[in-house]
C-alpha cells in the first residue's frame, strides 16, 4: 500500500494544488482516465469545504489529504481539525431562519461529492472530520 500524504494552510489558492497531486497520484495508481476528472471535482469539493470548515471555526492546523493506492483500489481522504457539535447538542430551532448559512453550503458540498463518488464515508465530531471517497483501479498491464 503506497501513501502520498498533503497538508496545507487552509486557504483557498492551495485546494488547487491538492486537486493537481490527486489527479496525478490517481492517474499513476490505475485510475480509469475517464473518472480523473471525478476525482479533481470531488477532491476540490472536499477540500474546500475544510478549508471553509477551519475558516469559520477559527482553526489554525493544516487540511490533510492522504492519496491511498492499494491492490485494487484508490481512495483519497480529506481531514478537518473543526469542531462539530454532537447531534442533539444545537437548542430546538437553531440555524432554522437565523441566517447559518455555514450548515446548508456544508450540505450542498456533500450532496456534490456524493454525486462525484460512488463509495464516500463521512465521519464528523469534536475533533474534527474526515471524507474518504475510493475509487477502482485497474492493474498496470505486465511488460514483455
Given at each position: 500500500m503506497a501513501t502520498v500524504?498533503?497538508?496545507?494552510s487552509a486557504l483557498p489558492e492551495h485546494v488547487r494544488t491538492a486537486r493537481l497531486?490527486?489527479?496525478?497520484?490517481?492517474?499513476?495508481?490505475?485510475?480509469?482516465?475517464?473518472?480523473?476528472?471525478?476525482?479533481?471535482?470531488?477532491v476540490g469539493e472536499a477540500c474546500t469545504r475544510a478549508v471553509g470548515l477551519h475558516?469559520?471555526?477559527?482553526?489554525?492546523?493544516?487540511?490533510?489529504?492522504?492519496?491511498?493506492?492499494?491492490?485494487?483500489?484508490?481512495?483519497?481522504?480529506v481531514g478537518d481539525?473543526?469542531?462539530?457539535?454532537?447531534?442533539?447538542d444545537r437548542a430546538p430551532g437553531a440555524g432554522l431562519g437565523d441566517?447559518?448559512?455555514?450548515?446548508g453550503e456544508d450540505e450542498m458540498g456533500l450532496a456534490v461529492i456524493s454525486g462525484l463518488v460512488d463509495d464516500v464515508e463521512v465521519t464528523a465530531g469534536e475533533s474534527g472530520g474526515l471524507i474518504r471517497m475510493t475509487w477502482p483501479t485497474t492493474p498496470a498491464p505486465l511488460l514483455p
Open positions: 500524504e498533503l497538508r496545507f497531486v490527486a489527479a496525478a497520484v490517481a492517474r499513476r495508481a490505475g485510475v480509469d482516465e475517464a473518472v480523473l476528472d471525478e476525482v479533481r471535482l470531488a475558516q469559520s471555526s477559527g482553526v489554525t492546523e493544516p487540511v490533510r489529504v492522504a492519496l491511498i493506492e492499494d491492490e485494487k483500489q484508490f481512495s483519497i481522504e481539525e473543526a469542531p462539530r457539535a454532537a447531534p442533539g441566517g447559518d448559512d455555514a450548515e
